[in-house]
């Protein structure tokens, strides 16, 4: 109402000197500025309660003594509407036409007449403004004393005067008090603005995701001690602090969390609690690229002014583009630590061409990053069709095999996805012994590709629930892709070294390979056989049928080794027609069974028919010299007795055994 009235001068701010000459100027110039202030015509509808206001003030000032005859005052406004009134007389003895005189005129009017109290003088006298004289009220007298006319006039203008009085002091007193109000609103205001700066100062100036949410949360405890606040978060991040939940979307109903998420807008809720009136808020928490989660807010009504609500909401965008700025920061931290964690398992990876210490170094690393308890690394095997264990650091799982369709492995190798279980206890679509045997319950598996097929698979667990998260899942799919690679790598290396160590006419091992095989076998094994096997006028063979079906007797021939001896047992071509058969493990009495074995079925599976001969040597641990070079002299020597004995016989060193 009263604005437009003039602002505070810079001196009602002023601190206090002490200084008491000081002191009386500054209140003679703040007595001097209100009495510049005034009521204009714009407020005279506004009034009536100020009009009112002053008539009791006078009334509790008016000097009863001096009024012992019967005097009646009333206050008008410039409406005409009677403002201020005694009570024990009636309204209407008052002849209003007076009133409305003055009020058209701007100057006194008094009337005398008479009504069932007797004769009576009415005198209306104008109320003026102080700057402008604008007539803003009629005061007026209804006088009983009709010997007394004069001297009731004057009487009545100085009581109009004292309620002048009254109305500018009561003016005044709701002028400062509006005047105050303002001031302290204006400097909760600026307080507001400071706090909400060093806030926003202080959360841009951290990087870190939990310390901005931690300063959003102390924030609110500092300014609203008795509001209850949480943040629900839309995404998967684990934290520590108990306030800092996930956002569930339920599939019957929405909560104000959840409309707020969806909608992007702050949403506002008010109900009964008891004798209370709470607010409920949801606030999101977004930036540029996304909304990450909702502050929820109750209070009681009366703490939730609308300037707390522009503060709190202004905190709440604060907080959500520092916490996508620090985001932003965290991921490229995070993809540069990725990035390392990329190469540094790559050049391990890539420092070994073997197979098995692929998989060690794998299963180490992964669980090292991951901070998983258990690793488990399977591979498939083509010729069994199952899934092996490779590598594990869980004992229960090593050497262990599974069917295709079986546990995890079993649906990844289905779906050819990863896969990733916050908490397997509540998973009913598959079971696993590696899940079981671990007392895991969360879960992260990825395939493992060599050359675009599915050859294995990667599994992580750990005990408690929640504890991977999705950036974990991530970035084991990446790795996964880097263990394929180096797995392919050491197959496409293995198949090379086997083709290199291969004779491609037979399928055997060649004589070098064989050479090493034995070396290796002698330094940590107890004993060992070798059969030098010769194929009977194999010269002969070629002179008569060629060169051609020549090879192919020497195929036939090969064949029947390979498939006449253990797996573990190594064929190799040793030279021309001469193969060599390595048997770890086997005394030469055992390794004589083998070999008529051979020499039988060579006699009646070939065609044409041919024969071979044999010369078997053994060695053991207990033997004076021991090395590769000794053992195929014997088995030579052996075998020149065999060939110079009539051919189509077995001879042991020093000895034969059959024809």
């Known amino acids: 109402m009263l604005e437009h009235l003039g602002s505070l001068p810079a001196s009602l701010n002023s601190p206090s000197s002490g200084d008491s000459a000081s002191s009386a100027a500054r209140h003679k110039e703040h007595a001097f500025w209100m009495q510049q202030m005034d009521i204009t015509p714009f407020d005279f509808s506004y009034l009536g309660n100020l009009l009112q206001q002053a008539y009791t003030d006078w009334q509790a000032q008016h000097d009863s003594d001096l009024d012992k005859s019967s005097r009646i005052y009333s206050v008008w406004n410039t409406e005409g509407i009677c403002m201020g009134f005694a009570n024990e007389f009636e309204n209407g003895s008052i002849p209003r036409e007076t009133v409305m005189a003055c009020l058209e005129t701007g100057k006194a009017q008094s009337v005398r007449g008479s009504d069932q109290h007797g004769e009576f003088h009415f005198m209306a006298e104008p109320l003026f403004s102080r700057i402008n004289k604008d007539m803003f009220a009629v005061f007026t007298a209804l006088v009983y004393e009709p010997n007394r006319y004069e001297t009731s006039e004057v009487i009545v203008r100085?009581?109009?005067?004292?309620?002048?009085?009254?109305?500018?002091?009561?003016?005044?007193?709701?002028?400062?008090?509006?005047?105050?109000?303002?001031?302290?609103?204006?400097?909760?205001?600026?307080h507001r603005r400071s706090i909400l700066f060093q806030i926003v100062q202080r959360m841009h100036d951290k990087m870190d995701v939990d310390a901005i949410l931690d300063e959003v949360f102390d924030s609110i405890d500092y300014l609203y001690p008795t509001t209850?606040?949480?943040?629900?978060?839309?995404?998967?991040?684990?934290?520590?602090?108990?306030?800092?939940?996930?956002?569930?979307?339920h599939e019957q109903g929405e909560d104000i969390c959840v409309r707020s998420f969806k909608d992007g807008q702050t949403i506002i809720i008010r109900s009964?609690?008891?004798?209370?009136?709470?607010?409920?808020?949801?606030?999101?928490?977004?930036?540029?690229?996304?909304?990450?989660?909702?502050?929820?807010?109750?209070?009681?009504?009366?703490?939730?002014?609308?300037?707390?609500?522009?503060?709190?909401?202004m905190m709440a965008d604060t907080a959500g583009t520092a916490f996508e700025n620090a985001?932003?920061?965290?991921?490229?931290?995070?993809?540069?630590?990725?990035?390392?964690?990329?190469?540094?398992?790559?050049?391990?990876?890539?420092?070994s061409l073997q197979l098995k210490e692929i998989y060690q170094i794998s299963e180490l690393e992964l669980k090292d990053i991951f901070q998983a308890e258990s690793c488990c690394i399977l591979q498939l095997n083509d010729s069994t069709n199952r899934f092996e264990v490779m590598s594990s650091n869980v004992g229960e799982m090593r050497h262990k095999s599974f069917p295709l369709d079986y546990g995890i492995t079993g649906m990844l190798y289905q779906t050819e996805e990863p896969l990733i279980l916050s908490n397997y206890a509540q998973c009913t679509k598959v079971s696993s012994v590696f899940m079981e045997v671990t007392s895991s319950m969360s879960l992260m598996a990825s395939p493992i590709r060599?050359?675009?097929?599915?050859?294995?698979?990667?599994?992580?667990?750990?005990?408690?629930?929640?504890f991977f998260s999705y950036?974990?899942?991530?970035?084991?799919?990446?790795?996964?892709?880097?263990?394929?690679?180096?797995?392919?790598?050491?197959?496409?290396?293995?198949?090379?070294?086997?083709?290199?160590?291969?004779?491609m006419l037979t399928g055997l091992y060649v004589r070098h390979y064989l050479d090493s095989v034995i070396h290796e076998r002698q330094t940590h094994e107890f004993c060992g056989s070798l059969i030098v096997v010769d194929i009977d006028q194999f010269k002969q063979v070629n002179d008569t049928f060629g060169h051609q079906t020549g090879d192919q007797v020497l195929k036939q021939v090969s064949d029947i080794v390979?498939?006449?001896?253990?797996?573990?047992?190594?064929?190799?071509?040793?030279?021309?027609?001469?193969?060599?058969?390595?048997?770890?493990?086997?005394?030469?009495?055992q390794a004589v069974e083998y070999a008529e074995v051979i020499r039988r079925r060579v006699a009646e599976e070939t065609r044409p028919p041919v024969t071979v001969s044999s010369g078997i040597a053994e060695w053991n641990w207990m033997d004076d010299k021991v090395s590769v070079e000794s053992l195929f002299y014997r088995a030579d020597m052996a075998l020149y007795e065999a060939k110079h004995g009539g051919r189509n016989r077995i001879v042991l060193e020093e000895q034969e055994v059959t024809r």
């Open 450 to 466: 060599v050359n675009g097929q599915m050859k294995g698979t990667i599994l992580l667990g750990h005990p408690k629930e929640h």
């Open 272 to 313: 009964d609690q008891g004798e209370s009136r709470i607010v409920e808020v949801g606030l999101p928490l977004k930036g540029k690229q996304g909304i990450y989660g909702v502050f929820h807010i109750e209070m009681n009504e009366e703490l939730m002014e609308d300037p707390d609500l522009q503060l709190i909401t």
């Open 228 to 249: 209850s606040m949480n943040l629900y978060m839309s995404q998967d991040r684990n934290s520590s602090n108990p306030r800092i939940r996930p956002l569930l979307f």
């Open 471 to 503: 950036d974990n899942y991530r970035l084991l799919q990446m790795l996964s892709i880097h263990v394929g690679l180096a797995l392919s790598n050491a197959t496409l290396h293995a198949e090379v070294r086997r083709l290199a160590n291969l004779d």
């Open 327 to 351: 985001k932003l920061h965290e991921q490229s931290n995070m993809l540069i630590q990725e990035l390392r964690l990329i190469n540094d398992l790559t050049q391990r990876l890539n420092k």
């Open 562 to 589: 390979t498939t006449s001896v253990r797996s573990e047992d190594v064929c190799a071509r040793w030279g021309g027609e001469e193969l060599a058969i390595y048997m770890p493990q086997l005394g030469i009495r």
């Open 158 to 190: 100085s009581e109009a005067a004292h309620y002048r009085t009254c109305f500018y002091r009561r003016f005044e007193y709701i002028f400062m008090a509006d005047l105050l109000k303002a001031h302290e609103q204006t400097a909760r205001e600026e």
